[in-house]
């Protein structure tokens, strides 16, 4: 059974740092391209950043600027997953946390993606 499970988030403060975990099973994720979303209440899914299977010295894509600098996707083949790791977080990071993967290269389109865990909330408030 193919399945991806997410892990991590939480409650933070501004200007601290989470990470968050994706759990492949099912599958060998390390021939995957495996992308991170978030959806805020009220908001549109986007798409955040993105590791790419195929880029063998640059794997970190962003789809949102403000991610950049911020946030970066990270892979354990030995463990089977995928990292999201937040740092300096805003309130404007709240927001449905999702992890899909794809067996081609990046894409920041959802519909492109072949499988999506169920997300993981974070809340950045003071």
């Known amino acids: 059974q193919v399945q991806l499970v997410e892990s991590g988030g939480g409650l933070v403060q501004p200007g601290g740092s989470l990470r968050l975990s994706c759990a492949a099973s099912?599958?060998?994720?390390?021939?995957?391209?495996m992308g991170w979303f978030r959806q805020a209440p009220g908001k549109e899914r986007e798409g955040v950043s993105c590791?790419?299977?195929?880029?063998?010295?640059?794997?970190?894509?962003y789809y949102l600027g403000s991610a950049k600098g911020r946030f970066t996707v990270s892979r354990d083949n030995a463990k089977n997953t995928v990292y999201l790791q937040m740092s300096s977080l805003k309130p404007e990071d709240t927001a449905v946390y999702y992890c899909?993967?794809?067996?081609?290269?990046?894409?920041?389109?959802?519909?492109?993606?072949?499988?999506w865990g169920q997300g993981t909330q974070v809340t950045v408030s003071s």
């Open positions: 899909a993967a794809r067996r081609f290269s990046c894409s920041q389109y959802g519909f492109h993606y072949d499988y």
């Open positions: 099912g599958f060998t994720l390390d021939s995957y391209s």
């Open positions: 590791f790419d299977s195929s880029d063998t010295s640059d794997n970190t894509m």
